[in-house]
């Protein structure tokens, strides 16, 4: 995949912009995956994600060639979701969005899943729940452990991305994963 | 809780992140054995571990790319003005022209090398493709220098502007208006004549 990469970013540094598209197709579903973990909202996923793909095309020229190009996209992403959750109200995840529904929020997400199959809603419940979980991090712990285990990286490619040492990452991953298993140890 | 938790607990994380070695795995092992505490605690972050991981992988809302595509810069208007301007050289050194002309010191756009081209002044020293206030000379007036540098020394009482070139100022050097520096930007240079020009005429 970075073979094909390398070459479309050659094209788009000569101008053109439909060898971009092709870069955004290989990799927006992580970057939006990324986005919505961290930020819970479907929208605000949505507007992170496509500046994630802005920013790195305006900047594509001081990407360095000799090092993977993932970790670069990444961190693009990861640097806009912290800024972004920097700038929220710390009451923003009441009101936040339900993945799959259309405008709805945890509240009214409970009052209509009772039309659902008993199973399915399990499932929803439990999804909710993790991700509720998930959100309830601080944001130093919440985005080492989205990319560790949504992301799947290695805890090296982690460091490269948020530009921390290693130590550090490891050290988060430690307390994120303290803090999350006393959120849901009783689920 | 008990007092091996602290320990304990690291050897968990450390395990968890794939870096023991057998004999801290075989200690971390058999304390889980012989200790109910730690070992629930073992399980419930196993637990957790698995819970986040069956988070489910999401796609990106239709349209993703479309919508990214159409939001980029539109460079190609840009390189099109680029390669636009190459090819009518005459017109861009006329816009200039009239800039100079409306700006109401076309007499002193006088000296031409080649593409290096600078206005006037009875103060200025010209060293290869710099021009130099020098110090303590006073020049009254805007300068503008085109493919060349500038080196304020003196002060000048008037705007300076330098196209596809740069300027110094030394610590004793003074501008009283403003100092800009054009450079490959033409499409913006294009659009400050256009306005220099509309403010003239208005
Ligand atoms: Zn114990």
Known sequence: MELIVQRRIKQVLKGDQNAFGEIVELYKDKVYQICYRMLWDRYEAED??????????????????????????????????????????????????????????????VASAEKLPE??????????TIQAA??????????????????ELQLQEIAEILELPLGTVKTRVHRGREALRKYLRNV | ????????????????????????????????????????????????IAFVQSASHLQAPEGFTENVLLSLPKEVKTIGMQRWIRKHPFFVAASLFLTLMTGGFFSLWQQETENFAFTKHENLQVENDTVIIPAGEKVKGDIVVENGNIRIEGEVQGNVTVINGEQYMASAGNVTGDIEEIDEAFGWMWFKLKKTAAGVFD
């Not at chain 1, 199973?119 to 909710?128: D, R, S």
């Not at chain 1, 959100?135 to 130093?140: A, D, N, R």
């Open chain 2, 1 to 48: 809780m008990a007092s091996c938790q602290k320990e304990i607990v690291r050897l968990m994380h450390r395990y968890l992140d794939g870096e023991l070695v057998s004999g801290e795995k075989r200690k971390l092992k058999a304390h889980l054995e012989s200790c109910d505490n730690c070992q629930q605690h073992f399980l419930e972050l196993k637990k957790t």
């Open chain 1, 134 to 151: 998930i959100f309830k991090l601080p944001e130093k712990y919440r985005s080492v452990i989205v990319l560790k285990y949504i992301e």
């Open chain 1, 119 to 128: 199973e399915a809603v399990e499932n929803l419940e439990l999804k909710e």
């Open chain 1, 48 to 109: 992170a994600a496509q500046e994630t793909f802005i920013k790195a095309f305006i900047n594509i020229h001081t990407y360095d060639p000799g090092k993977k190009f993932a970790t670069w996209l990444y961190r693009i992403a990861t640097n806009l979701c912290i800024d972004r959750i920097r700038k929220k109200k710390p009451d923003y995840h009441l009101d936040a969005e339900v993945a799959g529904t259309e405008g709805l929020n945890m509240y009214s997400q």
